[in-house]
Nanobody, 124 residues
């Protein structure tokens, strides 16, 4: 049973923007951190950004200054605004939930719920 549903992926030219959304089902706890991870073909899944319920955020160095994570607790939704996209950002982007209560963790092992992913492709 899918408890996190991502949307907003697609094909964009380098320098363009995309906004990803992730909606959590009512069965998915959203009191803790929510985050975004990505996995490029042939690579391991890596951290992108995370946010706590109180809007503490953390970003990977590779996206800092270009991506912005936000959440709407009433809508059980987390967003990832991606600007100045680069071909290196091409990957499947996964939403995660059920993370720590007070820390926007970058560790995959600290998230209990995952979406199926949405493809982001950036052409040069």
């Amino acid at each position: 049973q899918v408890q996190l549903v991502e949307s907003g992926g697609g094909l964009v030219q380098a320098g363009g923007s995309l906004r990803l959304s992730c909606v959590a089902s009512t069965r998915t706890p959203t009191s803790g951190a929510m985050g975004w991870f990505r996995q490029a073909q042939g690579n391991e899944r890596e951290f992108v950004a995370a946010i706590t319920r109180n809007d503490f955020t953390r970003y990977s160095d590779s996206v800092k200054g270009r991506f912005t994570i936000s959440r709407n607790n009433a809508l059980r939704t987390v967003y990832l605004q991606m600007n100045s996209l680069e071909p290196e950002d091409t990957a499947v982007y996964y939403c995660a939930a059920g993370g720590p209560l007070v820390v926007p963790s970058s560790r995959r092992s600290e998230y209990n719920y995952w979406g199926l992913g949405t493809q982001v492709t950036v052409s040069s």
